[in-house]
């Protein structure tokens, strides 16, 4: 069984940054292979992508928003991501998912989610 784990949320003020983790923990051999994923929830909105990386290493990013702000990565052993935001603004609070797939889009796994909150 698969299981993600965020954590590093919380509150800052804007223009302040903040290191999200998703911990991964799997005992199937095709975990290693997936797509790790962010997204985020913000109030009165869809879930949307946020970007995410392959096991490759390639990273991508869906929203023009957070292009040059945030940046996502892996550790050595490729079992934990991180997305690391900086100047932060208050559009970005919500509440962000890590989740894992055979692609971009194919979502077999979420993380519980974390809640961002960034203050004027």
């Known amino acids: 069984r698969t299981q993600l784990v965020e954590s590093g949320g919380g509150s800052v003020q804007a223009g302040g940054s903040l290191r999200l983790s998703c911990a991964g923990f799997?005992?199937?051999?095709?975990?290693?292979?997936?797509?790790r994923t962010w997204w985020r929830q913000v109030p009165g909105k869809d879930r949307e992508a946020v970007g995410g990386?392959?096991?490759?290493?390639?990273?991508?990013y869906s929203s023009d928003s957070v292009k040059g702000r945030f940046t996502i990565s892996h550790d050595n052993a490729k079992t934990t991501v991180y997305l690391q935001m900086t100047n932060l603004r208050p559009e970005d609070t919500g509440i962000y998912y890590c989740?894992?797939?055979?692609?971009?889009?194919?979502?077999?796994?979420w993380g519980q989610g974390t809640q961002v909150t960034v203050s004027v």
């Open positions: 799997s005992g199937t051999a095709e975990y290693s292979q997936y797509y």
């Open positions: 990386i392959a096991f490759s290493g390639d990273s991508w």
């Open positions: 989740a894992c797939g055979p692609d971009r889009q194919n979502i077999k796994f």
